[in-house]
């Protein structure tokens, strides 16, 4: 038994004169997951007084855009598709996959879980015709009930430490292999499967392993205020981490993740802010010529009379040093800066093997030339970068595409993923031989 694609335009054909029944879905909502397709019969079909759950031999089956069908007998997928189109039903061809968009994947999925068997060309007793909606299922509201830890990396202060984040928003899936979700999650259903059944469900299981996720964004020095601009790299790890449970288990795949609010709790706040400040001898001071300032404006209100509150805070002043503390502190942080901007290279300057810091083509030592760039990748950013990750926005080094160098005279080009034809040094074709 097979699928026999039919041509374009059939239904309104001849073929479609001569189809004895023809299943088809109507469009699918976002809340139904699973329906079972809607079975007409004409003056011709050989099921008209029998068993509605029989498919006559040279019946028609459609299938829409954003959905796929499988054909279950007996209990065991038989047939499956996920290509649009118009398919006359063969019970005496052999089994036949269309596979669609949904990759080839499903092809082994469809050896593992959808046994294949022919009866000896006969239909069987019990056949019933699904199609499932592959289009994306959005507006999954999710949200921390309780702060879950984030662990926060600050190498300007020397901070590395866990503090607590509450987070909401929404997140989107699909089913990226139905044979996995009919055979493990839906199964024969009446009528259909909606979203509702098993929402709750899988709300609970993306909030359990957000932490894990957020945990793989803090490896990358990530701030939980830069972590809405990362949803990419969540999905990523929310993927990763969900392989096995919705992947593997369900068929379903995470799509896409947007944050509403990420902050962390107001004790873990103001801790943040002020490390930040303290490890800051310029902030230290503004904020301590702030609290003085206000201090006067108290002790111009102060009930016992504005004198005695500017003796009260005269004497707390003369505790702390006067206003010298405040000069102590602006010098420290001149200092800081000062020595910050000294100890800052220029941009086009190069160390030497010798130790010597240039800024021309040869080393003023020891006459060295320049060494040459190492090959690198450039980020949608623009920051030119060595390893796995974007040192200025923390985004992965995009697949696929490969570098490229001259094997002949070591020539790079300035985008080494866009060789030119031929080497501008030596002349050298760019082939295989010279990817990296």
């Given at each position: 038994?097979?699928?026999?694609?039919?041509?374009?335009?059939?239904?309104?054909?001849?073929?479609?004169?001569?189809?004895?029944?023809?299943?088809?879905?109507?469009?699918?909502?976002?809340?139904?997951?699973?329906?079972?397709?809607?079975?007409?019969?004409?003056?011709?079909?050989?099921?008209?007084?029998?068993?509605?759950?029989?498919?006559?031999?040279?019946?028609?089956?459609?299938?829409?855009?954003?959905?796929?069908?499988?054909?279950?007998?007996?209990?065991?997928?038989?047939?499956?598709?996920?290509?649009?189109?118009?398919?006359?039903?063969?019970?005496?061809?052999?089994?036949?996959?269309?596979?669609?968009?949904?990759?080839?994947?499903?092809?082994?999925?469809?050896?593992?879980?959808?046994?294949?068997?022919?009866?000896?060309?006969?239909?069987?007793?019990?056949?019933?015709?699904?199609?499932?909606?592959?289009?994306?299922?959005?507006?999954?509201k999710f949200g921390?009930?309780?702060?879950?830890?984030?662990?926060?990396?600050?190498?300007?202060?020397?901070?590395?430490?866990?503090?607590?984040?509450?987070?909401?928003?929404?997140?989107?899936?699909?089913?990226?292999?139905?044979?996995?979700?009919?055979?493990?999650?839906?199964?024969?259903?009446?009528?259909?499967?909606?979203?509702?059944?098993?929402?709750?469900?899988?709300?609970?299981?993306?909030?359990?392993?957000?932490?894990?996720?957020?945990?793989?964004?803090?490896?990358?020095?990530?701030?939980?205020?830069?972590?809405?601009?990362?949803?990419?790299?969540?999905?990523?790890?929310?993927?990763?981490?969900?392989?096995?449970?919705?992947?593997?288990?369900?068929?379903?795949?995470?799509?896409?993740?947007?944050?509403?609010?990420?902050?962390?709790?107001?004790?873990?706040?103001?801790?943040?802010?002020?490390?930040?400040?303290?490890?800051?001898?310029?902030?230290?001071?503004?904020?301590?010529?702030?609290?003085?300032?206000?201090?006067?404006?108290?002790?111009?209100?102060?009930?016992?009379?504005?004198?005695?509150?500017?003796?009260?805070?005269?004497?707390?002043?003369?505790?702390?040093?006067?206003?010298?503390?405040?000069?102590?502190?602006?010098a420290m942080g001149?200092?800081?800066?000062?020595?910050?901007?000294?100890?800052?290279?220029?941009?086009?300057?190069?160390?030497?093997?010798?130790?010597?810091?240039?800024?021309?083509?040869?080393?003023?030592?020891?006459?060295?030339?320049?060494?040459?760039?190492?090959?690198?990748?450039?980020?949608?950013?623009?920051?030119?970068?060595?390893?796995?990750?974007?040192?200025?926005?923390?985004?992965?080094?995009?697949?696929?595409?490969?570098?490229?160098?001259?094997?002949?005279?070591?020539?790079?080009?300035?985008?080494?993923?866009?060789?030119?034809?031929?080497?501008?040094?030596?002349?050298?074709?760019f082939d295989e031989?010279?990817?990296?």
């Open positions: 038994m097979g699928l026999i694609k039919a041509g374009i335009g059939a239904l309104g054909g001849t073929l479609a004169d001569q189809w004895k029944e023809f299943f088809y879905c109507e469009s699918l909502s976002s809340d139904v997951l699973l329906t079972k397709g809607v079975k007409q019969t004409t003056s011709r079909s050989t099921n008209t007084r029998g068993n509605d759950n029989v498919i006559s031999n040279g019946s028609g089956i459609a299938v829409a855009d954003g959905q796929c069908m499988i054909i279950v007998e007996q209990g065991k997928i038989v047939e499956f598709c996920a290509e649009p189109g118009e398919f006359t039903y063969n019970s005496s061809s052999e089994p036949s996959i269309f596979t669609g968009k949904l990759g080839d994947s499903i092809k082994e999925s469809f050896k593992i879980l959808g046994k294949r068997f022919t009866l000896g060309g006969d239909t069987g007793k019990a056949q019933y015709v699904y199609y499932f909606n592959t289009k994306e299922i959005m507006d999954n921390t009930a309780t702060p879950i830890s984030f662990r926060v990396v600050d190498r300007n202060i020397n901070l590395d430490t866990d503090m607590s984040l509450r987070c909401n928003g929404v997140f989107s899936y699909r089913i990226s292999d139905p044979i996995r979700f009919y055979t493990n999650i839906s199964g024969n259903v009446t009528d259909e499967y909606r979203r509702e059944e098993i929402d709750t469900q899988l709300k609970t299981e993306f909030i359990s392993k957000l932490q894990p996720a957020l945990a793989k964004l803090s490896a990358l020095e990530i701030r939980p205020n830069q972590l809405i601009s990362h949803t990419t790299e969540l999905e990523q790890a929310m993927n990763e981490i969900l392989s096995v449970d919705w992947g593997e288990k369900r068929g379903l795949q995470i799509v896409n993740v947007a944050f509403g609010t990420v902050t962390l709790t107001d004790e873990d706040a103001k801790l943040l802010k002020d490390l930040q400040t303290a490890s800051n001898p310029s902030l230290a001071a503004a904020r301590l010529a702030a609290a003085r300032a206000q201090a006067m404006t108290d002790a111009a209100k102060n009930e016992g009379g504005a004198m005695n509150g500017f003796i009260g805070m005269g004497m707390a002043m003369n505790s702390g040093g006067g206003g010298s503390d405040l000069q102590n502190l602006y001149n200092a800081m800066n000062n020595a910050a901007q000294a100890a800052q290279p220029a941009a086009d300057s190069w160390k030497c093997s010798c130790g010597t810091v240039n800024t021309g083509k040869f080393c003023q030592n020891c006459g060295s030339p320049k060494p040459a760039p190492a090959e690198g990748w450039t980020c949608g950013c623009g920051a030119v970068n060595q390893g796995k990750f974007c040192q200025n926005c923390g985004k992965p080094k995009p697949a696929g595409a490969p570098l490229y160098r001259c094997d002949k005279c070591g020539w790079t080009p300035e985008d080494p993923h866009n060789p030119p034809k031929f080497c501008p040094e030596c002349g050298d074709v031989n010279d990817r990296t």
